[in-house]
């Protein structure tokens, strides 16, 4: 089972490219303002 790792900012710019770099090693989880996808937490 993977680590996973909680992003906020989800929809920054930041976020988006941590989370090319790290999905392949990691399970990713985001928070954010408006929740759209499982794993999207408010």
Avoid: W
Avoid at 12 to 41: D, M, P, V
Wanted: glycine share 4%; hydrophobic share 40%; no cysteine.
């Amino acid at each position: 089972m993977k680590d996973v790792v909680l992003i906020t900012g989800a929809n920054g710019n930041i976020a988006k490219r941590l989370a090319e770099i790290l999905r392949h090693e990691y399970s990713l989880r985001f928070l954010t303002r408006k929740k759209q996808a499982e794993n999207e937490f408010e």
